[in-house]
């Protein structure tokens, strides 16, 4: 079973838009981590937000996490062409345990 | 640096055949992790090695068996490959330091076909 599950499971939006992703996830977490995946390729980590955080930055990232509603949101602002992507988030339930993903969403941004 | 390689990138097999996929790891990670993606899904972890010599199950793990066979390289094998096991498989490593650091290093994923 997955961990975190994302919202929604696809968007599309035009360049220079800002897109919002949601996790949401079933127990309490020690970590949540962001990743991209470009079609047919690994997943690259994107920022990692700690329990006891409430919002981090990474350049055109933002992202939030709200334990008391177990959820988590990624924003990416002034999106561009090469944002076209799936995003996941993956919990870790304690420091060094393994990762749980969730399904993904998948971001088209239209030049 | 390489980073995380894996070979071979893409393998098609017939029911029953079984083969290997390798992966190695050139960043001194202690941790190694073995997942399959299946079409317009998250990953799913099917076994890992938390540290050389040792391996433990993940969520999906039957149908395959590992080997860590040094530091940098974590095997995977399929002994009876069926049709569920078509899937794209990604290795992974993992850096941990202390509290501040926790990323997870894939590879470019073999693609698999069971036929």
């Known amino acids: 079973s997955q961990q975190g599950e994302e919202d929604p499971q696809a968007l599309s939006i035009q360049e220079g838009e800002n897109a919002t992703m949601n996790c949401s996830y079933k127990?309490?977490?020690?970590?949540l981590q962001w990743y991209r995946q470009n079609s047919g390729r690994g997943l690259v980590h994107l920022i990692l937000?700690?329990?006891?955080?409430r919002e981090k930055h990474s350049g055109r990232l933002r992202v939030t996490l709200d334990t008391s509603k177990k959820s988590s949101s990624l924003l990416i602002t002034a999106s561009r062409a090469a944002d076209t992507a799936s995003y996941f988030c993956?919990?870790?339930?304690?420091?060094?345990?393994?990762?749980?993903f969730g399904g993904g969403t998948r971001v088209l941004v239209k030049p | 640096n390489a980073g995380v390689t894996q070979t071979p990138k893409f393998q098609v097999l017939k029911t029953g055949q079984s083969m290997t996929l390798q992966c190695a790891q050139d960043?001194?990670?202690?941790?190694m992790y073995w997942y399959r993606q299946d079409p317009g899904m998250g990953l799913r972890l099917i076994y890992y090695?938390?540290?050389?010599?040792?391996?433990d199950k993940g969520e999906v793990p039957n149908g395959y068996n590992v080997s860590r066979l040094n530091k940098r390289e974590f095997s995977l094998r399929l002994e009876s490959a069926a049709p569920s096991q078509t899937s794209v498989y990604f290795c992974?490593?993992?850096?941990?330091?202390?509290?501040?650091?926790?990323?997870?290093?894939f590879g470019p994923g073999t693609r698999l076909t069971v036929l």
């Open positions: 992974a490593s993992r850096t941990l330091s202390g509290t501040s650091t926790d990323t997870q290093y």
């Open positions: 960043m001194n990670h202690n941790s």
């Open positions: 993956a919990t870790v339930k304690a420091a060094g345990n393994k990762l749980t």
């Open positions: 090695s938390a540290s050389e010599g040792t391996t």
């Open positions: 937000i700690r329990s006891n955080e």
């Open positions: 127990t309490s977490i020690n970590n």
